[in-house]
């Protein structure tokens, strides 16, 4: 029985405490369903009248947009339809810009739907005027919009005389509702006026109330609508072939490489609520291989998720740490960090001289489910289960012989997460569990961790509209192993319990435990005029160790935060919006040493032409480092002052620019950093876009380290040398869309990065005032060089004390993504990549260009063609 709105109320809602309501009513007598084309001229939607009155909400909220908005809605037993009409007077200047799905590109229209009624997530359905679709899931409020939620639904546009239209068919299954005789969904719609770069809502919302999903207006009177159980299965095969320069005499590279491999997911809706995924022989490839990257700090890099399992409901999993308004909190710390999951076999076999070694790339992963969702009572559920697979590094020597060495065990991990809205969905509590259990470690895997747990509480509250909230979390970890296992974390650089100067850490060799606790607590103001603020307080312990399958950068901090902000309401003659803020820092760590202290003010602002420009200083006049001589002394770092600055012109211009540079400077030279990346984005036409992004990295600093050893008298020496470094980069990109559902896509970025030590010196005063007071700098005499390592004399007796190898780098990379995507129906994909690698190490005595070109141009590079097709089977 199609069903459709009668009547929708006229005028504006003044506040948004007043929303706006559609109500719904039954049709007189049963019609065929529209047909998806666009035009909207089925009789059906001559049965209902339209809906709209929409109101500017940027750049001058609250003022007649340029041009208005209106639509209908119907739904039937298993769809919900929409007409739009977007009417424009000037129709050949509707933008038409092609992209894959989730461009947001050009003029569209947007609806989100909370289906739950919860005020705090929806899903978000965007069309454009090219009839390209965009879909999210959108949780925390508006605070977080997952574009890897792909439903199926259906879309089609037309332009004609008055602007331009829609027709959208969204079925329910791909929608959550609870099974109440009568429902009430929030509902929201935007539109993207793109000529005047406008946005206009259905629902008035100011730009000062916090929040996005709490404000929609009502959908009112859906009646006996049943909740669709949602059943997928999705197989998939992938061919793959490789090609790489032949090692002679090696027999694990002779050249090339093929597999073919098969697999299937599932999606099954346990309830209209739940949903099930399952996956069996999983395809974990992604097809953009991860930005080149170089740390010299020796803390581990953080690289997104890019596997379609793990990223597709990954807000329900999520549980930063110390995310914070004012940043400089370690906010990629997370509980759960997914990639620990297949990661890269952590064991290294020791080998002979004549020996070759076959070591697998990653961990294959044996099975993996995934049960999560929101009920409509507030209860949000995520339960992850995988394992993965032992993996033997295979040896053989020059007369044949051969043996395997496991390089990962049978590991299973385990994640539960659950969280209630109650208060009006005002607040919430939460919590989180992990486990990490490794079966069977052999003797050279006995470093790994035999069990990791992990448990945290999370909550929200907030009051007065929401413009005000306080909220944290506490998290508690666990991990047992062997005594080499524990000793080896507390000896990481996470920890350093080794250090000489900490009387409140020590190394135990006897402990096969190790417990820790991390939290966060802030309040803030987010809502209700033009001032903002947060502060708050976040902490680590000593123990505390979430690396098993979470993300931690460092432990032993404790740090209080504040931000605070100001933000125009309203355009004027020179800018659209601006923002001004201030934040401030600082830390200790269990010791009760004070470690650092900084100051921020920056700026950001939209300009009457569309640029964005934004700026910022920092000074720190206090930093001590805990970590930079690798178990030594805490390391004073002299005071510094920071500046960044950023140009972007008019994004919707064929072609555009960007600019960004910042630099660092000690006060007394010890240490200077540049850092520039500038570049253009070009679209000749609608269907092809170009960008190209060079940057230059410039560091020097008089005090890096280097390497911890022993005198011959077995006395400590924290080595370390002047350094210059440059790295050089370039991310090149090539879009041609061909329509929204067959793309080609090339992407490619050289890299080097080039670092000469010198001015060797060891540190003997690690917190003295004066820079030059903190070591002793070795002389030419006290120094010889030959054949790549350093001897160094330190009492002039003709006696070598201690030696080092050279550390001059110089590490040239080339990587390249070429990637042919076709929807061939909706849900069901084939992909054509074409990936290349390029890794040397160059030399470091020549220039950079000449390094990079030499190490690439010419040399056989690391192939892989891989065909990928799944099919989506939907009941």
């Given at each position: 029985m199609l069903l459709y709105f009668g009547a929708l109320a006229q005028e504006k809602a003044e506040a948004t405490k007043v929303p706006k309501k559609i109500y719904v009513t039954k049709a007189l007598e049963p019609e065929n369903?529209?047909?998806?084309?666009?035009?909207?001229?089925?009789?059906?939607?001559?049965?209902?009248?339209?809906?709209?009155?929409?109101?500017?909400?940027?750049?001058?909220?609250?003022?007649?947009?340029?041009?208005?908005?209106?639509?209908?809605?119907?739904?039937?037993?298993?769809?919900?339809?929409?007409?739009?009409?977007?009417?424009?007077?000037?129709?050949?200047?509707?933008?038409?810009?092609?992209?894959?799905?989730?461009?947001?590109?050009?003029?569209?229209?947007?609806?989100?739907?909370?289906?739950?009624?919860?005020?705090?997530?929806?899903?978000?359905?965007?069309?454009?005027?090219?009839?390209?679709?965009?879909?999210?899931?959108?949780?925390?409020?508006?605070?977080?919009?997952?574009?890897?939620w792909n439903p199926i639904w259906y879309a089609k546009t037309n332009i004609d005389d008055e602007g331009w239209t829609a027709e959208i068919r969204i079925p329910l299954s791909q929608l959550k509702f609870g099974s109440a005789d009568n429902q009430v969904w929030g509902l929201q719609s935007t539109r993207r006026f793109f000529r005047a770069e406008e946005r206009s809502l259905w629902q008035r919302k100011p730009i000062d109330q916090p929040g996005w999903v709490s404000e929609f207006g009502e959908l009112h009177g859906l009646k006996n609508i049943q909740p669709q159980k949602q059943l997928e299965i999705q197989p998939y095969t992938v061919t793959s072939g490789e090609t790489y320069e032949e090692e002679e005499g090696n027999p694990f590279r002779d050249g090339n490489e093929s597999d073919i491999t098969v697999g299937l997911d599932a999606k099954i809706g346990v309830t209209n609520d739940l949903t099930l995924d399952l996956t069996v022989n999983p395809d974990f490839g992604q097809v953009e291989a991860d930005p080149s990257a170089i740390a010299l700090d020796g803390f581990q890099i953080f690289f997104r998720e890019q596997r379609p399992f793990f990223v597709e409901n990954k807000n329900i999993f999520d549980f930063n740490l110390s995310q914070s308004e004012a940043g400089n909190t370690f906010g990629f710390d997370n509980v759960f960090y997914s990639r620990r999951i297949g990661r890269n076999p952590q064991g290294s076999p020791d080998t002979e001289d004549n020996e070759f070694m076959d070591l697998p790339a990653n961990t294959p992963i044996i099975g993996a489910a995934k049960f999560s969702g929101k009920t409509k009572n507030g209860w949000a559920i995520g339960v992850l289960e995988s394992v993965t697979a032992k993996r033997y590094a295979s040896i053989i020597d020059e007369e044949g012989n051969k043996r395997r060495e496991m390089v990962e065990p049978l590991t299973n991990y385990f994640v539960g997460r659950l969280q209630k809205d109650f208060n009006e969905r005002n607040s919430y509590i939460g919590g989180i569990f992990t486990a990490t259990n490794r079966d069977n470690l052999t003797e050279q895997l006995d470093f790994l961790h035999k069990s990791a747990f992990t448990g945290a509480i999370d909550f929200k509250h907030q009051w007065n509209n929401r413009d005000w909230y306080v909220e944290g979390n506490v998290t508690f970890s666990h991990v047992k192993g062997s005594e080499e296992a524990i000793k080896n974390t507390q000896e990481s650089i996470t920890h350093l319990f080794q250090r000489v100067?900490?009387?409140?850490?020590?190394?135990?060799?006897?402990?096969?435990?190790?417990?820790?606790?991390?939290?966060?607590?802030?309040?803030?103001?987010?809502?209700?005029?033009?001032?903002?603020?947060?502060?708050?307080?976040?902490?680590?312990?000593?123990?505390?160790?979430?690396?098993?399958?979470?993300?931690?950068?460092?432990?032993?901090?404790?740090?209080?935060?504040?931000?605070?902000?100001?933000?125009?309401?309203?355009?004027?003659?020179?800018?659209?919006?601006?923002?001004?803020?201030?934040?401030?820092?600082?830390?200790?760590?269990?010791?009760?040493?004070?470690?650092?202290?900084?100051?921020?003010?920056?700026?950001?602002?939209?300009?009457?032409?569309?640029?964005?420009?934004?700026?910022?200083?920092?000074?720190?006049?206090?930093?001590?480092?805990?970590?930079?001589?690798r178990g030594g002394?805490?390391?004073?770092?002299?005071?510094?002052?920071?500046?960044?600055?950023?140009?972007?012109?008019?994004?919707?211009?064929?072609?555009?620019?960007?600019?960004?540079?910042?630099?660092?400077?000690?006060?007394?030279?010890?240490?200077?950093?540049?850092?520039?990346?500038?570049?253009?984005?070009?679209?000749?036409?609608?269907?092809?876009?170009?960008?190209?992004?060079?940057?230059?990295?410039?560091?020097?600093?008089?005090?890096?380290?280097?390497?911890?050893?022993?005198?011959?008298?077995?006395?400590?020496?924290?080595?370390?040398?002047?350094?210059?470094?440059?790295?050089?980069?370039?991310?090149?990109?090539?879009?041609?869309?061909?329509?929204?559902?067959?793309?080609?896509?090339?992407?490619?970025?050289?890299?080097?990065?080039?670092?000469?030590?010198?001015?060797?010196?060891?540190?003997?005063?690690?917190?003295?005032?004066?820079?030059?007071?903190?070591?002793?700098?070795?002389?030419?005499?006290?120094?010889?060089?030959?054949?790549?390592?350093?001897?160094?004399?330190?009492?002039?007796?003709?006696?070598?004390?201690?030696?080092?190898?050279?550390?001059?780098?110089?590490?040239?990379?080339?990587?390249?993504?070429?990637?042919?995507?076709?929807?061939?129906?909706?849900?069901?994909?084939?992909?054509?990549?074409?990936?290349q690698d390029v890794s040397r190490d160059g030399d470091p005595t020549r220039g950079l260009l000449t390094s990079l070109g030499d190490n690439v141009f010419g040399q056989t590079p690391q192939n892989i063609f891989l065909l990928k097709a799944t099919y989506r089977f939907v009941f």
């Open positions: 369903p529209p047909i998806i084309d666009g035009l909207l001229d089925d009789s059906v939607w001559k049965l209902v009248e339209w809906g709209g009155d929409y109101v500017e909400f940027q750049p001058d909220e609250n003022t007649d947009p340029s041009n208005q908005t209106k639509f209908k809605i119907v739904y039937d037993d298993k769809n919900l339809y929409i007409g739009v009409r977007c009417y424009d007077s000037e129709p050949d200047k509707i933008v038409k810009r092609l992209s894959r799905r989730d461009g947001f590109d050009g003029d569209w229209v947007e609806f989100n739907i909370d289906s739950y009624h919860d005020k705090r997530t929806a899903f978000s359905f965007t069309i454009t005027a090219a009839g390209v679709k965009g879909d999210e899931f959108v949780s925390n409020n508006g605070n977080n919009w997952d574009s890897s100067d900490a009387n409140y850490v020590s190394v135990d060799s006897t402990r096969t435990e190790l417990s820790g606790t991390g939290g966060n607590l802030q309040i803030g103001k987010v809502g209700n005029g033009h001032w903002r603020f947060e502060t708050g307080g976040t902490w680590r312990s000593p123990e505390l160790e979430l690396n098993d399958v979470g993300f931690q950068r460092q432990a032993d901090d404790l740090r209080h935060y504040t931000w605070i902000g100001y933000q125009t309401l309203k355009p004027d003659s020179t800018f659209r919006r601006v923002g001004i803020n201030y934040n401030h820092w600082s830390a200790w760590d269990f010791g009760g040493n004070h470690n650092y202290l900084q100051f921020n003010t920056n700026s950001w602002q939209n300009w009457q032409n569309n640029w964005f420009s934004n700026f910022g200083f920092n000074y720190a006049p206090i930093q001590y480092d805990n970590f930079a001589l002394p805490r390391l004073r770092q002299s005071p510094w002052i920071s500046f960044w600055n950023s140009i972007r012109t008019d994004s919707r211009k064929k072609l555009r620019f960007n600019v960004f540079h910042n630099g660092r400077k000690a006060v007394d030279n010890s240490r200077k950093s540049y850092f520039i990346e500038a570049g253009f984005v070009y679209q000749p036409v609608n269907a092809i876009r170009v960008s190209a992004f060079p940057s230059l990295r410039i560091n020097r600093d008089k005090l890096q380290y280097i390497d911890n050893l022993e005198n011959s008298d077995g006395a400590a020496r924290y080595l370390n040398g002047e350094i210059d470094q440059r790295t050089l980069s370039m991310s090149f990109r090539l879009n041609y869309t061909i329509n929204p559902n067959l793309t080609i896509q090339y992407w490619g970025q050289p890299f080097i990065s080039r670092g000469r030590y010198s001015n060797f010196k060891h540190v003997t005063d690690a917190t003295a005032n004066r820079f030059e007071n903190r070591f002793v700098q070795y002389q030419g005499s006290q120094i010889t060089f030959s054949e790549g390592t350093y001897g160094v004399d330190e009492d002039m007796d003709g006696v070598q004390d201690f030696s080092f190898d050279d550390s001059d780098f110089s590490f040239v990379q080339f990587r390249s993504n070429l990637v042919i995507r076709w929807e061939y129906i909706p849900g069901s994909e084939i992909f054509l990549v074409w990936s």
